[in-house]
């Protein structure tokens, strides 16, 4: 489970270019950052795209489709199931990123801004709580694969000794 103090979470269908058309993915944001997930489940372990609201344009296309772009490095293009979510979304995103820009501002005011030791902890045992899970998930790919490589090989060996007979 993951510690994520979200603002606002939810399904929305994101535009692909991989695959035409939209998919459903998890969206949380949090701290002036909206990410997405195939699935709830994947917070776990697996992000699959984050944009920063701080500087970002929110636009409505229609009813339940709106657009986020952070200046053209990144587009979402998503769609809420309705349009009574879709401005459900549209306000928790223009308050998240009102207050995102606001936290910029001020630590651009703030030159000697300094950040206390307990949070900069914080911060690094939660990417160390996420590396450690990275790892794992790696490890047990690679026996995963390890163990299908074998199986593979055994089957060429026993295939090889069926034509010897």
Same mark, same amino acid.
Request: net charge neutral; glycine share 6%; hydrophobic share 35%.
């Given at each position: 489970?993951?510690?994520?103090?979200?603002?606002?979470? /939810?399904?929305?269908?994101?535009?692909?270019?991989?695959?035409?058309?939209?998919?459903?993915?998890?969206?949380?944001?949090?701290?002036?950052? #909206?990410?997405?997930?195939?699935?709830?489940?994947?917070?776990?372990?697996?992000?699959?795209?984050?944009?920063?609201?701080?500087?970002?344009?929110?636009?409505?296309?229609?009813?339940?489709?709106?657009?986020?772009?952070?200046?053209?490095?990144?587009?979402?293009?998503?769609?809420?199931?309705?349009?009574?979510?879709?401005?459900?979304?549209?306000?928790?995103?223009?308050?998240?990123?009102?207050?995102?820009?606001?936290?910029?501002?001020?630590?651009?005011?703030?030159?000697?801004?300094?950040?206390?030791?307990?949070?900069?902890?914080?911060? #690094?045992?939660?990417?160390?709580?996420?590396?450690?899970?990275?790892?794992?998930?790696?490890?047990?790919? /690679?026996?995963?694969?390890?163990?299908?490589?074998?199986?593979?090989?055994?089957?060429?060996? #026993?295939?090889?000794?069926?034509?010897?007979?």
């Amino acid at each position: 489970s993951s510690g994520i103090n979200a603002e606002y979470r /939810g399904w929305l269908l994101k535009w692909t270019n991989y695959i035409k058309g939209y998919r459903q993915r998890w969206f949380v944001l949090s701290d002036g950052l #909206l990410s997405y997930y195939r699935s709830q489940a994947e917070m776990a372990h697996t992000c699959r795209g984050t944009i920063n609201l701080a500087g970002a344009s929110l636009e409505s296309e229609d009813s339940c489709n709106f657009v986020i772009s952070n200046g053209g490095a990144q587009v979402f293009h998503l769609r809420a199931r309705s349009e009574v979510d879709r401005q459900r979304w549209i306000t928790a995103l223009e308050l998240a990123k009102d207050r995102a820009n606001k936290m910029r501002e001020r630590v651009d005011d703030e030159e000697d801004f300094v950040v206390s030791p307990e949070t900069t902890a914080t911060a #690094l045992r939660q990417k160390l709580d996420h590396l450690n899970t990275c790892q794992n998930l790696v490890n047990q790919h /690679g026996l995963a694969l390890q163990q299908a490589i074998s199986q593979v090989e055994d089957s060429a060996k #026993l295939k090889s000794l069926m034509k010897d007979l």
